[in-house]
């Protein structure tokens, strides 16, 4: 069954450092997401990105963040200047372009930012 | 603003008593409610979707259904491997999904 990858599964940083998360999407897939959910609360979503552009973003997606899809496997999403706070699970998501019921998340990324 | 919510937040069940979990949604432009279900350490992995008041789907030993205001997850006859957290989430119309806090599921043989 085809399947969202993420890498690294978990990475350390220091403050102020920056980081790439980087997921490779379901291969015919054509939206992507990223949600986060940090340890004991809700999954939140993130950023969507259709057509090399964001789509729609929240009000976490602020200036520190930034996502890319660099070639025509990778997506990912780029955090400058962590902060303790952003410390969390990073889940990437694809779905093709049925309706939304074709979502797929990926296993997540476990930042931790000391 | 655009809200789920779920009950209980954890539950104990022995192997083979039924349940049902609830979850409340406030989501405008709703195009869906989703079930997941997480296990620790994993992305949330795609049980069920409904579109409409009154529908149901079934799955194995479980069943979600859906009210205008609720959706329940119906759970029959559990075994420990059901064990994991279930998330609900209403799919908005900016397509992306609100999710409530989830209630984490134990159960014990």
């Known amino acids: 069954e085809p399947e969202v990858t993420q890498t690294p599964s978990h990475q350390v940083t220091q403050m102020g450092q920056e980081v790439i998360l980087r997921c490779v999407p379901i291969s015919n897939h054509l939206y992507f997401y990223w949600y986060r959910q940090i340890l004991g609360q809700k999954v939140e979503f993130l950023v969507s990105f259709y057509n090399n552009e964001i789509s729609e973003k929240s009000e976490i997606f602020d200036d520190q963040f930034s996502v890319e899809r660099p070639d025509g496997s990778n997506f990912t999403l780029k955090i400058r200047s962590t902060k303790l706070e952003d410390s969390a699970m990073y889940f990437c998501?694809?779905?093709?372009?049925?309706?939304?019921?074709?979502?797929?998340f990926g296993s997540g990324t476990r930042l931790t930012v000391v | 603003e655009d809200q789920v919510t779920q009950s209980p937040e954890a539950l104990r069940l022995q192997e083979g008593e039924s349940s049902s979990l609830n979850c409340s949604y406030t989501?405008?432009?709703?195009?869906?409610l989703f079930w997941y279900r997480q296990d620790p350490g994993k992305g949330p992995e795609f049980l069920f979707t409904?579109?409409?008041a009154g529908e149901e789907k079934e799955k194995e030993r479980l069943k979600a259904t859906l009210t205008k205001k609720e959706s329940f997850l119906h759970i029959t006859a559990p075994k420990p491997e059901d064990s994991a957290t279930y998330l609900c989430a209403g799919n908005n119309y900016g397509q992306n999904f609100v999710f409530g806090p989830g209630t984490r599921l134990s159960v014990l043989p």
């Open positions: 998501a694809s779905r093709d372009d049925r309706e939304v019921q074709g979502y797929t």
């Open positions: 989501v405008s432009g709703l195009r869906g």
């Open positions: 409904l579109y409409s």
